[in-house]
């Protein structure tokens, strides 16, 4: 069951909280969740005339697909996903039930699957994880837009 809601309430630097939840109960629905992605960056660019690059656009729905299907995988319970844009990214965030924080494992050319956080790691602007009181919390910033010569802008190393 995918349960929406959108919101434009709180001020932001755009006037208004750009923003889209929703929660995830099933597997299955991790399809539904890139498309949630998908919509709310095309609205964030045709309504709000923010800039969107292909880029940003394709890298945001990796990052939900592999922060919802870890929450789905490893935590009982249903997920939160909620995108919002904030200082030039769309910041994508998780909440699951479980309490263990996912470590990124040691690169290992052998090693089949188990690679969605080291992707979220390197092609994020930044990534932050915490426990909540039930559950935990994961953040993972993505630039918006790439500057004029096709360079990714806005990456903190």
Not at 96 to 113: E, T
């Amino acid at each position: 069951m995918v349960h929406v809601e959108e919101s434009e309430g709180r001020e932001s630097l755009f006037g208004g909280q750009i923003s889209v939840s929703a929660a995830f109960e099933g597997s299955e629905e991790i399809a539904e969740a890139r498309d949630l992605a998908r919509s709310f960056l095309t609205d964030v660019q045709a309504v709000h005339g923010l800039p969107v690059s292909a880029r940003a656009m394709d890298i945001v729905q990796l990052v939900v697909s592999e922060l919802v299907t870890n929450a789905r995988k490893y935590a009982p319970g249903p997920c939160l996903l909620t995108l919002e844009v904030s200082g030039g990214a769309v910041e994508v965030t998780v909440w699951d039930s479980g309490p263990v924080l996912p470590i990124a494992k040691a690169a290992d050319p052998d090693r089949v699957g188990q690679h969605g956080l080291e992707i979220v790691m390197a092609v994020c602007r930044s990534i932050e994880m915490h426990r909540e009181p039930v559950g935990k919390r994961i953040k993972a910033a993505v630039v918006l837009a790439d500057d004029p010569g096709g360079d990714v802008t806005g990456r903190l190393v």
